[in-house]
């Protein structure tokens, strides 16, 4: 199986500062389509997950403009701009380059 | 409005048996590949099977815990997706979450504890 890698995985972030979470894999994430299958979540505590950012820079219908995803082959980040009080939880990476698709151990955001 | 809705978790015993089930509304439920997502007390996430449209052949995929103890499947005449869980370990306790192979669209989540 792909092993997803992120780092830190707890994140004390400043409200207004940036903030920002790596997401590494074991093998490459391009698939035979050239797409590049890298997907990041938010889990706000007590909810679902909801996908933030797809393909690795895919900003989601109704997610803020300060989330932005980059990265290429093994190496990806997910930053957020200026972090604001909401976006207190916990971040997953995950790939669905290779099956089963694998997730990241979790990177749990929180204000200082 | 794209939903998904989850049910059948329960409390059971080591080696029981659970069928759980997900309604799917506001899409084209024929059209899309569906999975089962499951989240451990306070761990991570981790994908359980997926089953494609059956345009693609409907064919299934399992991790490998739950390969031969599980199986997922599809109505479409009924927009529903289930989880025939059998020979269930304290291990498979957890909340299942149905989602759209995307993974844009999330249930809410059926919560399945398994403990003697």
């Known amino acids: 199986d792909v092993v997803m890698t992120q780092s830190p995985l707890s994140l004390p972030a400043t409200l207004g500062q940036p903030a920002s979470i790596s997401c590494r894999s074991s093998?490459?994430?391009?698939?035979?389509?050239?797409?590049?299958?890298l997907t990041w979540f938010q889990q706000r505590p007590g909810q679902s997950p909801r996908r933030l950012i797809y393909?690795?820079?895919k900003r989601d219908s109704g997610v803020p403009d300060r989330f932005s995803g980059s990265g290429s082959g093994t190496d990806f980040t997910l930053k957020i701009s200026r972090v604001e009080a909401e976006d207190v939880g916990v971040y997953y990476c995950?790939?669905?380059?290779?099956?089963?698709?694998?997730f990241g151990q979790g990177t749990k955001v929180e204000i200082k | 409005e794209v939903q998904v809705v989850e049910s059948g978790g329960g409390l059971l015993e080591p080696g029981g048996s659970l069928r759980l089930s997900c309604a799917g509304s506001g899409f084209t439920f024929t059209k899309v590949w569906m999975s089962w997502v499951r989240q451990a007390p306070g761990k991570g996430l981790e994908w359980v099977a997926r089953?494609?449209?059956?345009?693609?052949?409907?064919?299934?995929d399992y991790t490998a815990p739950v390969k031969g103890r599980f199986t997922i499947s599809r109505d479409d005449s009924k927009n529903t997706l289930y989880l025939q869980m059998n020979s269930l370990k304290i291990e498979d306790t957890a909340v299942y979450y149905c989602?759209?192979?995307?993974?844009?669209?999330w249930g809410q989540g059926t919560l399945v504890t398994v403990s003697s």
């Open positions: 393909q690795v820079s």
């Open positions: 089953i494609k449209s059956e345009a693609d052949g409907g064919t299934t």
């Open positions: 989602v759209i192979d995307d993974a844009k669209y």
């Open positions: 995950m790939q669905h380059a290779h099956w089963p698709r694998t």
């Open positions: 093998q490459s994430l391009v698939s035979r389509d050239g797409n590049t299958y």
